[in-house]
């Protein structure tokens, strides 16, 4: 328990594509711990907005499809209202969507409680952009996981080509730059690091590498 009395809390926020959901991934599996991945519920969202012919604009129409996501994490994969759309929320296209209609904030406060929902014992692993400083401002330990751009790009393209789909680099980072952009200036709970947060450069680093270093800062916090 953390000193709240709640289950304990390791926020890795940072900037798109620069690992920190697989690095919450094999976190959360070395300590045992449940793991929120709450990029994906913006995604689920925007998802649900093109389903539905909903416009980025209409802030309440979005926020209303995001607080009645009929959605199930089913270990990896992920239901929504009775459809695996794990690959499908993934997309390019969702991605920037979902960055559009992260920046309104009754979207923000319509996802709010169901990732909070996600605290539970033996302790919880979240990634996003506000994770150490707007849901869970309490957390044990936060982290913020940076890249440069090249290096996030290059990552990208990669997974992207290892999935059969094509992609461009020069495209990618302009993408990149383009969403970090959105989401650190945006008003409401915008991409920045929390001032208790560790900040961690993974542009030279592997996965294994970036992985044990949050798990070194979670030993010593405890010990
Ligand atoms: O981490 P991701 O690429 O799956 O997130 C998709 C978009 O969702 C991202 O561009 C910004 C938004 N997002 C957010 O605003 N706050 C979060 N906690 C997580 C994601």
Known sequence: MSSSGKPPVITIDG????GKGTVAQHVARALG??????????????????DANVAAADEA???????????????ARIILSGLDVTERIRAEGVGNLASQIAALGAVRLALLDRQRAFRRAPGLVADGRDM?????PDASLKVFLVADVAARAERRCKQLKEKGISAN?????????????????????????AVDAYTLDSSNLSIDATVNAVLDLWSKSVS
């Open 33 to 50: 711990w449940s793991v929120l991945d709450s990029g994906a519920l913006y995604r689920l969202s925007a998802l649900a907005c093109l």
């Open 132 to 136: 150490g400083t707007v849901v869970f």
């Open 61 to 75: 129409a979005v926020a209303n499809l995001a607080r009645g996501l009929d959605v199930r994490f089913d270990g």
């Open 169 to 193: 680099l020069a495209n990618l980072m302009h993408d990149l730059e383009e969403r970090d952009a959105r989401d650190r200036t945006r008003a409401n709970a915008p991409l920045v690091a």
């Open 15 to 18: 900037p798109t594509a620069s």
